[in-house]
Structures are given as C-alpha cells and as structure tokens.
C-alpha cells in the first residue's frame, strides 16, 4: 500500500472530500506508475480518481464500528512519536 495514503475511517471530524480524493489519486498513481498522466491518458486517469473517490466515500459512509472515533489531533501526536523514535528525530 502506498504509504501516503492514511485510514480515513472512525475519526472525529469524519474525513472530508478533499481528503477522499488525495486517497483516491495517490492509488491511481501507485496503480497506474503515473505521477501526470499524458494528455492522451487524462481523461482515463481522472475518471478512475473520480470512481475510486466515489465507491471509498460510500464504503467509509456504509461501515459500521462500535469504537469510539478517534481524535485526529491525537493521533497526529501519536504518529510523530513514533517516527521519532524510529528515526530518532
């Protein structure tokens, strides 16, 4: 998995569209090994971003969990700690 695409799920305040969307291009990108599409190749290439994007915002909508949501502040604080030890920064 590409590691710039984060878990959009289960977080308080839920994911917004922009986020979906830089999720849904990161995978076209990984996917298709194109960073720009050619000019002959855009349009394929938004129209997977905009299908990807749509079926991951039904998806994230349709999941049910009985966790609590996460803090998105919170886990940020989390996520620096860890690449700090790991890179000892």
Do not use: H, W
């Not at 990984?30 to 394929?44: L, R, V, Y």
């Not at 999941?63 to 700090?84: C, D, F, M, Q």
């Amino acid at each position: 998995m590409c590691r710039n695409i984060r878990t959009l799920y289960n977080y308080d305040p839920p994911a917004t569209n922009n986020e979906i969307r830089a999720a849904a291009v990161q995978y076209v990108r990984k996917i298709s090994g194109f960073t720009k599409p050619s000019q002959a190749n855009e349009a394929a290439y938004n129209a997977a971003v905009d299908e990807i994007a749509a079926i991951s915002r039904q998806l994230l909508t349709s999941l049910e969990t009985t966790a609590s949501p996460k803090n998105r502040e919170e886990e940020a604080i989390k996520a620096k700690a860890r690449s700090a030890q790991r890179f000892g920064a």
